[in-house]
C-alpha cells in the first residue's frame, strides 16, 4: 500500500471517528462468514458501525482525532475492528447478546462518555451506562411525579371546595 493510499485511509477513519460520540475496540477475527454477516447486519439496525481496521492506522487516524484516545492504544494488538455509535452502551449490549451464540467479538477497549474502558471484566459495566436520552427521560420522570401529586391534589381539592359552597349555600 502506498503513502497516499494510507493517508487517505487515516483521514477517512479520523473523519468517521469524530462524526462519533462512542467508540469501541473488539476482536471478530475468526468469525466465519456467516457469523460475520450476522453481526454485521446486527450492527446496521442498532446504528452502530463496524469497521475492520489495521492496528496502526487505526492508531494514527485516533492520534489525529479530536477526542483523547491514548488510553486505549494499549488495547491495539492482535485483530482488531472498530465499533461507532451515538448511543454509549449499544455496542456493549450488542457484543454481550451476540456473545450467546458465538465466541467472539471479544471486547478490547471503549471510549464512552469521554472515558476510557480497557479490558474485557468492563463489559457489564458499559452495559450498565445510561445513555444521555435515557437520563433525561429518568430526570423528567423524577419531576413529573410530583407535579402530578400536586395537580391531583389540587384538582380533588376543587371538587371538596365546589361540594362545601354548595352545601353552604344550600343551608341558607
Given at each position: 500500500?502506498k503513502?497516499?493510499?494510507?493517508?487517505?485511509?487515516?483521514?477517512g477513519?479520523?473523519?468517521?471517528?469524530n462524526?462519533y460520540?462512542?467508540?469501541?475496540?473488539?476482536?471478530?477475527?475468526g468469525?466465519?462468514?456467516?457469523?460475520?454477516?450476522?453481526?454485521?447486519?446486527?450492527c446496521?439496525?442498532?446504528d452502530?458501525?463496524?469497521?475492520?481496521?489495521?492496528?496502526?492506522?487505526?492508531?494514527?487516524?485516533?492520534?489525529?482525532?479530536?477526542?483523547n484516545?491514548?488510553?486505549?492504544?494499549v488495547?491495539?494488538t492482535?485483530?482488531?475492528?472498530?465499533?461507532?455509535?451515538?448511543?454509549?452502551?449499544?455496542?456493549?449490549?450488542l457484543?454481550?447478546?451476540?456473545?450467546r451464540?458465538n465466541?467472539?467479538?471479544v471486547?478490547?477497549?471503549?471510549?464512552?462518555e469521554?472515558?476510557?474502558?480497557?479490558?474485557?471484566?468492563?463489559?457489564?459495566s458499559?452495559?450498565?451506562?445510561?445513555?444521555?436520552?435515557?437520563?433525561?427521560a429518568?430526570?423528567?420522570?423524577?419531576?413529573?411525579?410530583?407535579?402530578?401529586?400536586?395537580?391531583?391534589?389540587?384538582?380533588?381539592?376543587?371538587?371538596?371546595?365546589t361540594?362545601?359552597?354548595?352545601t353552604?349555600?344550600?343551608?341558607?
Amino acid at each position: 500500500m502506498k503513502k497516499e493510499e494510507k493517508k487517505e485511509i487515516i483521514d477517512g477513519l479520523t473523519e468517521q471517528v469524530n462524526s462519533y460520540k462512542h467508540l469501541y475496540v473488539s476482536d471478530i477475527a475468526g468469525l466465519n462468514a456467516t457469523a460475520t454477516q450476522q453481526l454485521r447486519r446486527a450492527c446496521f439496525y442498532a446504528d452502530i458501525k463496524l469497521i475492520q481496521v489495521k492496528n496502526t492506522l487505526l492508531k494514527k487516524a485516533l492520534e489525529n482525532a479530536d477526542n483523547n484516545y491514548e488510553e486505549i492504544f494499549v488495547a491495539l494488538t492482535g485483530s482488531s475492528a472498530i465499533m461507532l455509535s451515538e448511543t454509549g452502551n449499544a455496542p456493549a449490549k450488542l457484543i454481550k447478546e451476540f456473545r450467546r451464540t458465538n465466541d467472539k467479538p471479544v471486547f478490547k477497549a471503549a471510549y464512552v462518555e469521554e472515558c476510557a474502558y480497557v479490558g474485557e471484566e468492563l463489559l457489564e459495566s458499559l452495559i450498565s451506562i445510561k445513555s444521555r436520552d435515557e437520563l433525561i427521560a429518568d430526570i423528567i420522570l423524577m419531576l413529573q411525579s410530583p407535579v402530578q401529586n400536586v395537580i391531583s391534589a389540587l384538582q380533588s381539592g376543587q371538587n371538596t371546595i365546589t361540594g362545601v359552597i354548595k352545601t353552604l349555600s344550600e343551608k341558607e
